[in-house]
T-cell receptor
Framework: QSALTQPPSASGSPGQSVTISCTGT?????????ISWYQQLPGKAPKLLIY???KRPSGVPDRFSGSKSGNAASLTVSRLQAEDEGDYYC??????????FGGGTKLTVL | QVQLRESGPGLVKPSQTLSLTCTIS??????????WSWVRQHPGKGLEWIGY???????YYNPSLKSQVSMSVDRSQNHFSLRLSSVTAADTAVYYC????WGSGDYYFDSWGQGTLVTVSS
């Protein structure tokens, strides 16, 4: 199984929106609506931001949103804040009790 | 809110077996809605799913690590464990335990431990 493909970096200014892509295959992202996104701030453990493509756990700001089209999922961070700077990972159930992650995207707030 | 905490040696010699335990607080390992998981992160790199184990015992592993990995559950101690055999320097990483939600028909990691760095070196 191969990792999902994410851009290594993304950036935006405070108040702007940025979108991070996550590309998979017909065996994972395209087939399952079990895409999740995780935020990892420097020196911290990952934290769940989005699950099932679009759902937000309680406590996650609505500035974070997810979508999917075919074999590509996306995370959009609206109204960027300095505290959003960190690494973002997508994850997907890949069938047969396999789980895969993307390589991660480093988000910089300019 | 459930809390997870990894414990185990921070230094393991090459060819030996890495053993870690994840202790669960404010929750029960016997909840049928979750798989109990291990994820690692090589220094400066991304996340890698190692595998997960169900409270009744069945376990599932990343195919690329399957020959090295075993996981187990101790319901009396409310913890689960990872064993990674024949380690090399390539197994140096931060190891996270995490809870994987699946019972409601959703699939995602909803809680994570703080992580523990394991270095493989002689």
């Amino acid at each position: 199984q191969s990792a999902l493909t994410q851009p290594p970096s993304a950036s935006g200014s405070p108040g702007q929106s940025v979108t991070i892509s996550c590309t998979g295959t017909s065996s994972d992202v395209d087939v399952y609506n079990f895409i999740s996104w995780y935020q990892q701030l420097p020196g911290k453990a990952p934290k769940l931001l989005i699950y099932d493509v679009t759902k937000r756990p309680s406590g996650v700001p609505d500035r974070f949103s997810g979508s999917k089209s075919g074999n590509a999922a996306s995370l959009t961070v609206s109204r960027l804040q300095a505290e959003d700077e960190g690494d973002y990972y997508c994850g997907s159930y890949a069938g047969s009790n396999n789980v895969i992650f993307g390589g991660g995207t480093k988000l910089t707030v300019l | 809110q459930v809390q997870l905490r990894e414990s185990g040696p921070g230094l393991v010699k090459p060819s030996q077996t890495l053993s870690l335990t994840c202790t669960i607080s404010n929750g029960s390992i016997s909840s049928g809605d979750y798989f109990w998981s291990w994820v690692r992160q090589h220094p400066g790199k991304g996340l890698e799913w190692i595998g997960y184990v169900y409270y009744t015992g069945p376990s599932y592993y990343n195919p690329s690590l399957k020959s090295q990995v075993s996981m187990s559950v101790d319901r009396s101690q409310n913890h689960f464990s990872l064993r990674l055999s024949s380690v090399t320097a390539a197994d140096t990483a931060v190891y996270y335990c995490a809870r994987y939600e699946w019972g409601s028909g959703d699939y995602y990691f909803d809680s994570w431990g703080q992580g523990t760095l394991v270095t493989v070196s002689s």
